[in-house]
């Protein structure tokens, strides 16, 4: 049997996420991540997973070096819990979906701004030893070896706040590789200060944003999609109406069931070619969608169609 035959014997690979790498800081993180997010429904611990070194390396390849460096990302991040059983000589693990879910909504909202840095060195430092010898399951893993299926993390999502959260159409442009092989000459160097500044995020910006894409989410599943348009049009809000209004505008707009809002999915130029009227219903505490409006209009009209009639009753002396 050749070496490329055993490869249908190897198992199935485990489910990974690209997008997941640039977010969490590196590929090792990515990788480990979506390993305990597997698991995470398939034990009823109140700590989490039980998993051994040797255990994390046999599904995912990852050294115990590895493991150490991208279990420290995850935990830079928050949204990895890990208890020491010291007694027990065990590591639990377990996934802070919240924490995630607030670590998406601050990445969108940095793209939203223009500011795209993620933490992405590796170091070896802040570690914690894995039992490597020691036997154990997670749940029901009886194998030991993670066999993925095409569904991958969907079976493991199990509607939670995982699903779908980086299906968004976000794509990083790399503006130092834009001219490779074009032959266009570079660009004059800009001043790294200024660089810098350039990437900062605006935090008003960034409040709007992730009060909008909260309820967004509330609302539809999915997050919204960023680009330049929309970080254009958060700045233009945040101008508009002040920075003490725009995230409660943000998250109202969400709620409003206007139809033109609603068949528009609630996209964010709806909400800034409407902010007054989205402004007014908020402070008013009332929705003026379609209907309402027929309804005030039909009622204008017979008070008109009322009036018309006494004024001719008291023009012939009857009223």
Not at 305 to 313: D, Q
């Amino acid at each position: 049997m050749s070496p490329s035959d055993t490869l249908k014997i190897l198992g199935r690979p485990i489910a990974y996420h690209p997008r997941l790498a640039r977010l969490l800081g590196s590929v090792n993180a990515a990788i480990l991540f979506g390993q305990l997010v597997y698991w995470s429904d398939k034990t009823k611990h109140e700590l989490g997973i039980y998993k051994t070194a040797a255990q994390i390396e046999d599904e995912t390849g990852l050294s115990v070096k590895e493991q150490e460096t991208a279990r420290k990302k995850l935990k830079e991040h928050g949204v990895l819990l890990e208890t020491h059983k010291r007694l027990e000589h065990r590591l639990y693990f377990k996934i802070d979906f919240a924490a995630y879910d607030e670590l998406v909504y601050k990445y969108l909202a940095n793209i939203e701004t223009g500011n795209t840095e993620t933490p992405n060195d590796e170091s070896p430092n802040n570690k914690t030893e894995i039992p490597e010898t020691q036997k154990g399951d997670s749940g029901n893993d009886k194998s030991g070896v993670r066999e993925a299926t095409k569904e991958g993390f969907g079976d493991a999502q199990n509607g939670d706040s995982y699903k779908g959260a980086l299906d968004y159409s976000i794509r990083i442009q790399h503006k130092n590789t834009e001219n490779i092989g074009t032959g266009v000459a570079d660009a004059p160097a800009v001043p790294s200060q200024q660089v810098k500044k350039s990437k900062q995020a605006n935090p008003d910006n960034v409040a709007c944003w992730q009060a909008y894409a909260r309820a967004y989410r509330t609302r539809y599943g999915v997050l919204p999609a960023s680009n330049q348009k929309t970080r254009g049009q958060v700045a233009t809000l945040v101008k508009y109406v002040g920075k003490d209004i725009a995230p409660a505008l943000a998250a109202f707009f969400l709620t409003h069931n206007g139809g033109w809002f609603v068949q528009c999915r609630h996209e964010f130029g709806c909400l800034l070619k409407s902010y007054q009227q989205v402004l007014t219903d908020m402070q008013r505490g009332e929705q003026m969608t379609q209907t309402r409006a027929r309804q005030t209009e039909q009622t204008q009209s017979n008070y008109e169609a009322a009036k018309g009639a006494l004024a001719k009753l008291r023009a012939k002396g009857l009223a």
